[in-house]
């Protein structure tokens, strides 16, 4: 996975790595930024459920993909809070929805997949 960024994004744009459900999940993948060098493109790149669940910081998050014009989007299905949502309503999955309209998934590893915008 990290090759395939490293080989298909340039070192000057930004990602986003994540979790394939945000409504549950806590933790990050910081060592995915670390090893493949992109920049984060959200300041929520360390998910805590009680905070990235919620409405209002989805929002955020999905403003801050498409100011940044983000390309590829890493999710993993993570271990860390999986399997009990913390978000009430659709509120925790804003961004999960967000990501399956805008992007498709072109590569699976193991737990991991790459998402890449589509064209329109």
Known sequence: MVKYVIENVPQSEKIYVGRRHHGCADGGDLIFYFLA???AATRN???QARLTATAPVQRQM???LNSHRVRYVVLS????GIGTPRASGE???????FI???FEQVLRFHNYT????KQR
């Open 37 to 39: 060098s992109p920049t």
């Open 45 to 47: 790149h360390v998910l």
């Open 62 to 64: 999905i403003r801050d």
């Open 77 to 80: 299905d993570g271990h860390g």
């Open 91 to 97: 509120g925790g999955r804003l961004l999960d929805h």
């Open 100 to 102: 399956q309209k805008e």
């Open 114 to 117: 790459i998402w890449k915008r």
